[in-house]
């Protein structure tokens, strides 16, 4: 089962940041928040991950609050191929394999 | 840097045949994982393989089958097909076992069952 949730769907104006909330209440110390996308017709994407820390990549940046329980993805200049299915996922140190949750579908407009 | 590929792109097959998948892993990895997608859901992980054993499986009977070989390429093996087999077949690949590591997919293979 999903330990995530996520709003189902979210719009967001071109060019503008898209901030994706994702809640982990029972996120366990040894458990990292992953994050992937996956865009019609194409495999998901490996976007970004981290455990307690705020991290930043050139796709994205990753904040987690203090307690863990909550973090949000910001995208921070979003465009028209941004859209598609985001997954947030918590993941344990030790465990080799992601679990997918249904995910929020971004629709960016122009 | 090579990513992952998977062949065939597309398949049909008749319910009760038997399918085969491949994958080659992105360069510098050694572990593969499957995964299968039904149409409007996340991808479901079927199993994992590293140094060439089944190191890892969900819940997928045992009609689903894998191999790995020695240059960490992979084949998902699915017999005695049935309809709710349909589905986009996904192989993700990663280094040190997986673990604590982001796995990289591939496009995938969608497969029709009639």
């Known amino acids: 089962d999903a330990k995530t949730t996520q709003p189902p769907s979210m719009d967001c104006a071109e060019g503008r940041a898209a901030n994706l909330p994702c809640n982990h209440s029972t996120i366990s110390g040894n458990e990292y928040v992953y994050w992937y996308r996956q865009i019609h017709s194409q495999g998901p994407q490996y976007i970004i991950h981290g455990l307690k820390n705020n991290e930043t990549n050139e796709m994205a940046s990753l904040i987690i609050t203090e307690d863990r329980k909550s973090s949000t993805l910001i995208l921070p200049h979003a465009t028209l191929r941004d859209t598609a299915v985001y997954y947030c996922?918590?993941?344990?140190?030790?465990?080799?394999?992601?679990?997918f949750g249904a995910g929020t579908t971004v629709t960016v407009r122009a | 840097e090579t990513g992952v590929t998977q062949s065939p792109t597309h398949l049909i097959k008749t319910r009760g045949q038997q399918v085969t998948l491949r994958c080659s892993s992105q360069?510098?990895?050694?572990?593969v994982s499957w995964y299968q997608q039904a149409l409007g859901q996340g991808p479901q992980f079927i199993f994992q393989?590293?140094?060439?054993?089944?190191?890892g499986r969900g819940n997928f009977p045992p009609r689903f089958s894998g191999l790995q070989f020695p240059n960490y390429s992979s084949e998902l093996n699915v017999n005695a097909l049935e309809l709710d087999d349909s589905a986009l077949y996904l192989c993700a690949s990663s280094s040190q076992g997986g673990i604590n590591s982001p796995l990289h997919f591939g496009n995938g293979t969608r497969l029709t069952v009639t």
């Open positions: 393989y590293y140094r060439e054993e089944e190191n």
């Open positions: 360069s510098g990895h050694n572990t």
């Open positions: 996922i918590v993941r344990a140190s030790n465990d080799y394999k992601l679990s």
